[in-house]
């Protein structure tokens, strides 16, 4: 078989005599091009080749010479070699490995192009790797790769446990006194067998502790006993797991990086103050990468799960990477949804007071009421709603001691030209501040002359609320008032830079004085005085003369024509009463008959109706009473299974202290009231003659009123000449 070369020169393949050649071909001048890798490895595995003698000649190349020639001779010797007419016998597969693929795709390359390329510097040294290991496969690529599972939980439940444990047991023996190199060669081993289908960098769509949630107990307990036996290296393991996911992003193909998230959350989940330890190094990670949102997403994705196990390091981590970066719009919707996550997680905040301050609560302020920031107004929403939380944060447990601190720049922000959320936010923020923290008077008198139409906005949101100001906040709203309006006189005098909030502020500050210092006649307490008065001196009047009628207030009130009036209107109400009683008695049966007669069908449906929704429910609760009655015994035999002990016998005790109680004082006291109403009602039959009437019982009903009167009479009386006494006495 003969392979034709360049130049129209043939070569004979195995099967024809070593010495036959075809004509030579004249000599073609070529640079020097020194075999590949590929086409070395190739070289050595065909055995003798014909290679050219000069003169024109060919001849057979034998093992261990060099060929004759120079460059054109390397040139022929890979033209022969490319050009044999056998193939070579298949290699034996083994794993696809990095070394491996290399290798494969330099000898397509090789066996594609008939001239091979020229070689790197370091080339003989891998030219004996290559042919060491086309002879004999690594023991590291003797292993199978494991294939992509459909899921995650499918991966999980395919690891063997049993031969991690080994792996761990192995990288322990060898390097016993570095944990570093366990700890790695967990997450790698864990990343390299958990291979499932890649997911967003935030993991939206799983839950918040994905994927260690699907962790199994018992890798849970090999995890964390590794990781306990290295808790001095877990900082730098922290670095290693974000940095390695970083290189992974990098790679086209890429592998799953589940493993690397399983040990992250595993080593915050006990110790969440690792990922605080240097967040600036962080921060400076994503803004080097502000471009690749992937990777941002990804180390924001692991720094947040802090945030699962303590509130305090998970606002440190929000406040430290995550609000730099609010404005950046392919990780701003990830840094609210957190915050939004952390507060919903943990709703007791008082572990979180003292993280933020002035410094960091005022960029969320704006971020969350200014307009036409570089948050969506979707986004803007969100951080409005958590606004509140945000702000019971910031002021923390004794806003008393704190809110002066934040006035100021309340008070800056306050300008007339403010949006009006926003206005309206920092007008009662400030009146807040004023109401618990009384230095927060001192700092607004300090930064009057400095910001006048805040002050004057403040000051007519004062004049608003006027009525829901405490005493206290009143008096000490006098004495800021008071030295606002002498600075606004000076302010006044001194020249018209400022005319329009001098006078504004001016305004303001005369009628809060004015509130103060009068706060108009108080007739309901004068009312209230004279008629008590009045009353008192009636009942003197009466007690004095013996009667109404012979009383000065009668005499006064006939001579006066007051009586008589109020005698005929009296007479013309009753009149009236009397005439509606009696129309009542003529009219009521007859347009009672008349409904009854309208309304009888209706009445009769709905009183069917309501008997059978009554049956309906009598049959649902006897039915529900009896499936109880079935299923109590069943769920009592289960509840003192699963119940300690110690619990069913402080209920016994607890049973026995009510039986006690019931049986000693409620019982008793029963029998006392039954008793007692057993007596009350006989005596009140006796009293209606053995039988109980209407008449009996308006008859008592004067009586109890008859001398209930003449019981506040007396005491009204006695009040009175005690209160005469002591005017005598003194």
Not at 27 to 41: C, M, N, T
Not at 284 to 302: D, F, G, I, Y
Not at 330 to 337: F, I, K
Not at 652 to 679: D, G, K, T
């Amino acid at each position: 078989m003969v392979s034709p070369l360049p130049g129209g020169a043939r070569v004979r393949g195995r099967g024809q005599s070593a010495g036959a050649c075809a004509a030579p071909a004249p000599p073609r001048p070529a640079p020097p091009a020194p075999a590949s890798l590929g086409s070395a490895a190739m070289a050595a595995a065909a055995g003798p080749a014909p290679a050219p003698a000069g003169g024109g000649r060919w001849e057979v190349v034998r093992k261990g010479r060099r060929p004759a020639g120079g460059p054109g001779g390397r040139r022929a010797l890979g033209e022969a070699n490319a050009g044999r007419a056998l193939p070579l016998a298949p290699p034996i597969a083994t794993s696809d490995t990095i070394f491996e693929l290399g290798f494969e795709k330099s000898l397509k390359k090789q066996n594609k192009e008939q001239v091979p390329p020229a070689p790197a510097p370091e080339q003989p040294h891998r030219r004996q790797h290559v042919g060491k290991s086309a002879k004999k496969p690594s023991v590291n690529d003797a292993g199978i790769k494991p294939g992509k599972c459909r899921s995650l939980e499918e991966a999980l439940r395919a690891l063997d446990l049993a031969d991690l444990q080994k792996e761990l047991a192995k990288s322990q023996s060898v390097f016993p006194e570095n944990p570093s190199v366990w700890v790695k060669d967990l997450a790698s081993y864990l990343n390299y067998k958990l291979q499932a289908p890649r997911s967003d960098p935030l993991l939206s769509q799983h839950p918040h502790d994905y994927p260690y949630c699907l962790v199994s107990k018992e890798l849970k307990n090999i995890i964390r006993s590794l990781l306990g036996r290295s808790s001095s290296v877990l900082e730098l393991f922290f670095d290693h797991c974000i940095y390695t996911m970083l290189q992974e992003l990098d790679k086209t193909p890429g592998e799953s990086l589940h493993g690397y998230r399983i040990c992250i959350q595993a080593v915050l989940l006990d110790r969440p103050k690792i990922a605080t330890m240097n967040l600036g190094k962080y921060l400076e990670v994503l803004r080097s990468h502000q471009n690749r949102p992937a990777k941002c997403l990804t180390v924001l994705w692991a720094l947040g799960q802090a945030g699962l196990a303590d509130l305090h390091e998970g606002l440190k981590v929000w406040l430290g990477v995550m609000l730099p970066v609010l404005g950046i719009k392919s990780l701003s919707p990830y840094a609210v949804a957190y915050l939004d996550r952390l507060l919903m997680m943990h709703p007791n905040l008082t572990k979180g007071f003292g993280m933020i301050g002035p410094k960091d609560f005022f960029p969320l302020l704006d971020f969350a009421f200014m307009p036409n920031n570089s948050l969506p107004p979707s986004l803007q929403e969100q951080l409005r709603q958590l606004y509140p939380r945000l702000k019971v944060l910031a002021f923390g447990a004794k806003p008393e001691t704190a809110l002066h601190t934040y006035f100021p720049s309340f008070l800056s922000r306050a300008t007339p030209s403010c949006p009006p959320g926003m206005k309206k936010e920092l007008l009662t923020s400030m009146s807040q501040c004023l109401s618990l923290d009384p230095l927060s008077f001192s700092v607004w008198r300090q930064l009057y002359t400095k910001h006048l139409s805040q002050s004057s906005l403040l000051l007519n949101h004062l004049l608003e609320s006027w009525d829901s100001i405490s005493k206290k906040v009143r008096q000490s709203l006098q004495e800021t008032v008071r030295s606002f309006k002498v600075t606004n006189e000076e302010l006044a005098a001194r020249g018209p830079n400022s005319d329009q909030d001098v006078a504004a502020c001016d305004a303001a500050c005369k009628e809060l004085l004015r509130k103060m210092k009068g706060r108009g006649f108080p007739w309901s307490r004068l009312l209230l005085v004279l008629l008590v008065f009045a009353a008192g001196f009636l009942l003197h009047d009466v007690r004095t003369h013996g009667s109404f009628q012979a009383s000065s207030s009668a005499h006064l009130l006939r001579s006066s024509g007051v009586l008589p009036a109020l005698q005929q209107a009296w007479e013309k109400v009753s009149h009236c009463c009397l005439e509606g009683y009696r129309w009542l008695e003529r009219s009521l049966p007859i347009y009672g008959s008349q409904a009854a007669a309208v309304l009888q069908l209706q009445l009769e449906l709905l009183w069917a109706k309501s008997g059978e929704v009554a049956v309906y429910v009598s049959e649902q609760c006897s039915s529900l009473l009896s499936w109880m009655h079935g299923s109590l015994p069943a769920f009592i035999e289960g509840l003192q299974s699963r119940v300690p002990e110690s619990l069913w016998h402080f209920a016994e005790c607890v049973r026995e202290l009510l039986l006690f109680l019931v049986q000693s004082c409620l019982l008793p006291l029963l029998e006392c009231v039954a008793a007692a109403l057993e007596r009350g009602w006989k005596h009140w039959v006796d009293s209606c003659n053995g039988e109980v009437t209407w008449d009996c019982v308006r008859e008592h009903l004067t009586s109890f009123t008859y001398s209930s009167w003449i019981y506040l009479q007396n005491t009204t009386t006695a009040v009175k000449n005690w209160a005469l006494a002591m005017i005598s006495g003194h």
